[in-house]
Structures are given as structure tokens and as C-alpha cells.
T-cell receptor, first 111, second 114 residues
Framework: GESVGLHLPTLSVQEGDNSIINCAYS??????FIWYKQESGKGPQFIID?????DKRQGQRVTVLLNKTVKHLSLQIAATQPGDSAVYFC??????????FGTGTKLQVIP | KAGVTQTPRYLIKTRGQQVTLSCSPI?????VSWYQQTPGQGLQFLFE???????NKGNFPGRFSGRQFSNSRSEMNVSTLELGDSALYLC?????????????FGPGTRLTVT
């Protein structure tokens, strides 16, 4: 069939505001979840991870929340900066590094 | 510590040809995974190697294959190229199996099939 490009959802935020990027995952058996950031022309870059026995984990300016009941993951970025502009992917590791990626969200930071 | 390197960075091939892509993981990492990224399908897992053994494989046809050498360097091969194989091929290494899950990605090889 005809190949259609993915239309990435876009989140536009003002510089200095907080960003929240959401993701739904599919495999209830996954025990490890990761957020990646991908800038144009580069490979994905690890941001933060969380195991299924946790519901919240904080890093530097980032927080990941995991709701296993509804299979939902979110990434919160505090005080968003222009350098945060990128595509963000959630991913689930189903074992032996078989990582399933979400479709991605494009974050645009407005100066 | 040097990051994950992939060669070549760009490649143009014609339909029916075959191609081999190379990945050098971070020193000490024994797990190497390969992914295909396209606008239509996003990021998809191809396979993972650890200590020269393929431990996991995604849903790709047999034209896609790989191997890992004793120094953990890995290659992937695509035979009988099709137009739909045009993509960014990403390699990631991790210390999974020896303590860590975190994957580090290379910059990718951009393959164009004409």
C-alpha cells in the first residue's frame, strides 16, 4: 500500500515554561521504560529511565511518571530551554534490549 | 570515552544490490542493537547481539541479517535492496548483560535506495 509519513504531534511551549509529553505503551509485561531525545541529524539520546516497580523518577530538570494501570508514561521538562527543541520518544524494553519506540512528539520551544 | 561510531554515514545503492553497514560500540559494551528509522514506520528494532550471539530479532524479512565479532563490533547486511529499505539505520550499544540497560546510539547510516 501507499506509504504515508508519520505526522508527529507537536508541542509548542514558551521558553521558561514547563513541558509535559505523554505516551501510551502497549506491553503490560514491559519492565523498563525510557525517554529519548532526538535532534535533527543525530541518533536518539538517553534522557531518563524508569522501572516498572516505580511510579516516578526525577533527573536534572526532567521527571518521568509511570502509570501502569492505564499504561501511560509522561515526561516533564522544567523551565524549558531552546536547546530542548527536538523529537522525544518514549520506549519500552521488552527484554534483551528489544526496545519498542513510540511514534515521537516534536517539542518546539518559542523564545 | 569515544561514542558509538557507524560507517559509512551516507550510502546510495540501487535496487537489487546488497549493503553492509558497520558499527563500533563504546569500549566495554558487549550488547549491540540495530534499528531502522523511517518517516512512515518510525523507529523499529531489527536485532540485538551479545557476545557474538543474536539474542533477539524484530519483524523484518530474512534479507536483513547481522553479526557481531569477538571485539563486539557489529555489521548488518541487507541483501536484494528494495526502495522501501531507504532509511536511517541506527546502532546502539549498552552494557546490558554486564550490568546496564542504558543504550547509547550512534549517528546512524543514511541509506538511499534508487
Amino acid at each position: 500500500g501507499e506509504s504515508v509519513g508519520l505526522h508527529l504531534p507537536t508541542l509548542s511551549v514558551q521558553e521558561g515554561d514547563n513541558s509535559i509529553i505523554n505516551c501510551a505503551y502497549s506491553n503490560s509485561a514491559s519492565d523498563y521504560f525510557i525517554w529519548y531525545k532526538q535532534e535533527s541529524g543525530k541518533g536518539p539520546q538517553f534522557i531518563i529511565d524508569i522501572r516498572s516497580n516505580m511510579d516516578k523518577r526525577q533527573g536534572q530538570r526532567v521527571t518521568v511518571l509511570l502509570n501502569k494501570t492505564v499504561k501511560h508514561l509522561s515526561l516533564q521538562i522544567a523551565a524549558t530551554q531552546p536547546g530542548d527543541s527536538a523529537v522525544y520518544f518514549c520506549a519500552e524494553n521488552g527484554g534483551y534490549q528489544k526496545v519498542t519506540f513510540g511514534t515521537g512528539t516534536k517539542l518546539q520551544v518559542i523564545p | 570515552k569515544a561514542g558509538v561510531t557507524q560507517t559509512p554515514r551516507y550510502l546510495i545503492k540501487t535496487r537489487g544490490q546488497q549493503v553492509t553497514l558497520s558499527c563500533s560500540p563504546i569500549s566495554g559494551h558487549r550488547s549491540v542493537s540495530w534499528y531502522q528509522q523511517t518517516p512512515g514506520q518510525g523507529l523499529q528494532f531489527l536485532f540485538e547481539y551479545f557476545s557474538e550471539t543474536q539474542r533477539n530479532k524484530g519483524n523484518f524479512p530474512g534479507r536483513f541479517s547481522g553479526r557481531q565479532f569477538s571485539n563486539s563490533r557489529s555489521e548488518m547486511n541487507v541483501s536484494t535492496l528494495e526502495l522501501g529499505d531507504s532509511a536511517l539505520y541506527l546502532c546502539a550499544s549498552s552494557s546490558y548483560g554486564t550490568g546496564g540497560y542504558e543504550q547509547y546510539f550512534g549517528p546512524g547510516t543514511r541509506l538511499t535506495v534508487t
